[in-house]
């Protein structure tokens, strides 16, 4: 796991309480009779979707970061991925409990634009995150080793190519990538 990855993981799974106390929320709502929760279907359905698209989605984004470390991509497009999912998830989970936050509410409100912004993130991060592992099988087919998964440094990496030149190659994986 690379360091990016360990930074990212660290901080959405900090989230998690929020999840929890989500679940806790709405578990109060159904048990106090005058909350009203149960007098709207509408927020019921929403918030139910809120607490549980956050968290499949924070589940779907640790995966990613770990997926993330294999992907051939440049660095801009990682952290699209490293920060669109768990971005997503917070942005749709809010969308669901703010667009229904009065509880006499019959329809969703204004915040209901986050849901479809967060989709938009989720969609491109995780066609992202394919395309670039796709790009990382096409390239250990081709044989090329990523420097980063054969556990060499860019100074062994230089070393080896620089005695043996015609293995090196651009791979717009950092820029390094040496035929195996």
Known sequence: MTRDSRMMSGIILI??????????????????????YMDNPLRQNFFRAGHAHAGVIVILSLVCQILADSAV??????????????????????????SVLPPNSTQPGGALWLIYAGA??????????????????????????DIRTAHHSVIDFAETCREEPRRAVTCGLEGFCCRS
């Open 73 to 98: 991509l440049p660095p801009a497009m990682l952290w699209l991925v490293r920060i669109g999912v768990p971005l997503a998830a917070i942005l749709i989970s809010a969308g669901f409990f703010f």
């Open 15 to 36: 989230t998690v309480p929020t999840i929890q106390y989500g679940g806790y929320f709405l578990l109060t709502s159904l048990m106090n009779k005058r909350s009203g």
């Open 120 to 145: 938009l993130i989720l969609a491109a991060a995780v066609l992202t995150l394919g395309i670039g592992l796709i790009r990382a099988a096409r390239h250990l087919k081709h044989g090329f080793a």
